[in-house]
């Protein structure tokens, strides 16, 4: 189960070639007391962006794809993803917030973009895809200001069944992207 902890966007695939970066996973603490009453740190799967999809980069509809006809720019600069143990029906929680950063382009029309992400769990081989789900982040840029960084909200990845095994599954991140948008990546390369 994979679900945004705001209502979920519709599920949709995406090419998975991964580049693995941060696994930032920790565990959910007992307070105080006893060593009786603290929780086990849950082990965590890999956590990895989308080698492919963490550049975005979005043009006027119907427009030539160049510099004069781009409404934004954005690049997937990484994530947060904590661990803990799922309750009642066992495996772990993963939860993730992505960060990207974004340039407004000459043709953008308002001062918000919504960037809409995709995220996948796979088999330690990253070959066969068991869940995804996708949500956006918003960026919001300042009046005059072409930069700006933002975090999405944060996503609740279930990964069901017994913990150990859970933790060898591969969870993978990037940007949503059309047919073109995609070519267009693995035209350019990473940057």
Known sequence: MIRSLRPAAPALGLALLALPLLAGCGG????RGSVLNQRPQAPCPRVALLAEAVDLTRYREGARPDLANMEVD????????????????????VTL??????????AATGNTAELPYLVAVTEEAESRVLNRGTDAVRVVFGTG??????????????????????????????????????AANRRRGVR
Do not use: H, N, W
């Open 28 to 31: 959910g603490g007992g307070g």
């Open 74 to 93: 954005a690049r997937m600069t990484g994530f947060q993803a904590r661990c803990d143990y799922a309750s009642r029906a066992g495996g772990l929680d």
């Open 97 to 106: 917030r992505v960060q990207v950063a974004a340039e407004r382009g000459p």
């Open 145 to 182: 200001d072409r930069r700006t960084t933002a975090q999405g909200e944060e996503m609740l990845v279930r990964i069901p069944g017994d913990a150990r095994q859970a933790a060898e599954k591969v969870v993978l991140v990037g940007f949503l992207l059309s047919p073109e948008q995609l």
